[in-house]
């Protein structure tokens, strides 16, 4: 559940289906309240590219959560592109 990450917060999960560790920098309540805006700098760069032909390296990802700690889409459903939940 991500309720408990808050800024500052070391997060670890899998973005596009890679494993992901790094720290909330910002966050902010999305229009729903069942669902929270995280800003994560991750601890080494992922791919964000969904094709096999190109490459494209963030280390800086904004994502919407659910409360369960998955991505949801603009229509608050989830998407299945991140699961993050903080380290413990």
């Known amino acids: 559940m991500t309720t408990h990450i808050s800024i500052g917060t070391r997060i670890?999960?899998?973005y596009?289906?890679?494993?992901?560790?790094?720290?909330?920098?910002?966050?902010?309540?999305?229009?729903?309240?069942r669902h929270k805006r995280y800003w994560v700098v991750l601890d080494e760069p992922v791919d964000v590219a969904k094709s096999e032909h190109m490459t494209a390296?963030?280390?800086n990802l904004q994502m919407t959560m659910d409360?369960?700690?998955?991505?949801?889409?603009?229509k608050g459903e989830r998407d299945g592109i991140g699961e993050i939940k903080a380290e413990v």
């Open 67 to 74: 409360l369960d700690g998955h991505t949801v889409n603009h």
């Open 16 to 33: 596009l289906g890679h494993p992901v560790a790094g720290v909330v920098k910002n966050m902010e309540s999305a229009s729903d309240p």
């Open 57 to 59: 390296m963030r280390q």
């Open 12 to 14: 670890c999960g899998t």
